[in-house]
């Protein structure tokens, strides 16, 4: 069973910084591509980073230069390091992984910047 468990949101204040991972099981980690979404209320779930098999990476240009997403194939473990935070990068975040075409998510973390 495929299993993506999303950790390290909480509130912090606009310029601070957040650590987001994602421990994922039941699936091998390594050769997918990876990302993470978020969504806020009322809108659709968007890309804010993505890590290819290879270790390409790619951002939404709203978090460019913030953000930095990286994983750790010895822990099944993606991540998501967050900084300079602004209030509009609250959202609910998403881990994800694809395999053979499917899509597994994780439970989602919340993010709350202050202003």
């Known amino acids: 069973q495929v299993r993506l468990v999303d950790s390290g949101g909480g509130m912090v204040q606009a310029g601070g910084s957040l650590r987001l991972s994602c421990l994922v099981s039941?699936?091998?980690?390594?050769?997918?591509?990876m990302g993470w979404y978020r969504q806020a209320p009322g809108k659709q779930r968007d890309l804010v980073a993505g890590?290819?098999?290879?270790?390409?990476?790619n951002y939404a240009d709203s978090v460019k230069g913030r953000f930095t997403i990286s994983r750790d194939s010895a822990k099944n473990t993606l991540y998501l390091q967050m900084n300079s935070l602004e209030p509009e990068d609250t959202a609910v975040y998403y881990c994800?992984?694809?395999?053979?075409?499917?899509?597994?998510w994780g439970q989602g973390t919340q993010v709350t910047v202050s202003s």
């Open positions: 890590i290819t098999p290879g270790g390409v990476t």
């Open positions: 994800n992984i694809q395999r053979f075409g499917t899509n597994y």
């Open positions: 039941g699936i091998i980690f390594s050769g997918k591509p």
